[in-house]
């Protein structure tokens, strides 16, 4: 072993916004004080309670990924487990999120974006 993951970083148009979306999506909190990173408007974290963190990098000309467009490939994804699929799609819905993948009944997970358009799956557990 090399290292340890500190964090998963995300660029984004706007990284508070984006944090904000996450947090509302899997609790923690924002831009909680750590001498790891400088917090700014371009970069804002969530420290989640599993001890993960997020960090959210604002860059001017964010594009975001088409999934499954592979000329604007979805870069890297986040699988969220919930004991919901249907309550757990209204709730990140209602945050901004967009359904890329519905799937079908007989299908565990399903396929969403984030509002600056990163993939994320819902799974239920």
């Avoid at 993951?5 to 924002?30: I, K, P």
């Avoid at 004080?33 to 963190?53: A, I, K, Y």
Wanted: glycine share 8%; aromatic share 8%.
């Amino acid at each position: 072993m090399i290292g340890n993951l500190q964090c998963v970083v995300l660029d984004c148009s706007d990284a508070l916004e984006l944090a904000r979306f996450y947090r509302s999506l899997l609790g923690g909190t924002v831009n909680q004080p750590d001498p790891r990173w400088s917090l700014d408007d371009n970069w804002t974290t969530l420290h989640l309670e599993t001890g993960m963190v997020l960090t959210f990098q604002g860059v001017d000309d964010h594009r975001p990924p088409q999934w499954p467009d592979p000329t604007r490939p979805q870069q890297f994804h986040l699988d969220v487990g919930v004991k919901d699929l249907d309550e757990a799609q209204r709730q990140v819905l209602a945050l901004g999120a967009t359904i890329l993948d519905p799937g079908d009944a007989t299908r565990c997970w399903r396929v969403y974006a984030d509002p600056a358009g990163h993939p994320f799956c819902l799974v239920w557990e």
